[in-house]
Nanobody, 117 residues
Framework: QVQFVESGGGLVQPGGSLRLSCAASGRAFRVYAMGWYRQAPGKQRELVAGITNDGNIMYADSVKGRFNISRDNAKNTLYLQMNSLKPEDTAVYFC???????????WGQGTQVTVSS
């Protein structure tokens, strides 16, 4: 089973940018559809961006035009470039394999993103 280590989070002012990384173990990374999920305090975990094994991409409406998901199969790494960050983007961000919108793998520890002035 693929395991994940997320990194790149931090404290940023509104309007700022961050780039998240997700390092995946295992040689099967390239065959999986992947997603970035986030969970804000008191809220359910939600899918914010997804990319299939052949590069089809989707975004939640709340992040469309601001976030950019990409993957490097040679490095077994998933990325999330986050621009024009808003306080409502504050959450713990996780990556996972997925089937549609449903996560299918084990969760990593996530990386905290805090957007505040």
């Amino acid at each position: 089973q693929v395991q994940f280590v997320e990194s790149g989070g931090g404290l940023v002012q509104p309007g700022g940018s961050l780039r998240l990384s997700c390092a995946a173990s295992g040689r099967a990374f390239r065959v999986y559809a992947m997603g970035w999920y986030r969970q804000a305090p008191g809220k359910q975990r939600e899918l914010v961006a997804g990319i299939t094994n052949d590069g089809n991409i989707m975004y939640a409406d709340s992040v469309k035009g601001r976030f950019n998901i990409s993957r490097d199969n040679a490095k077994n790494t998933l990325y999330l470039q986050m621009n024009s960050l808003k306080p409502e983007d504050t959450a713990v961000y996780f990556c996972n394999t997925r089937l549609g919108m449903t996560p299918t793998g084990s969760w990593g520890q996530g990386t905290q993103v805090t957007v505040s002035s």
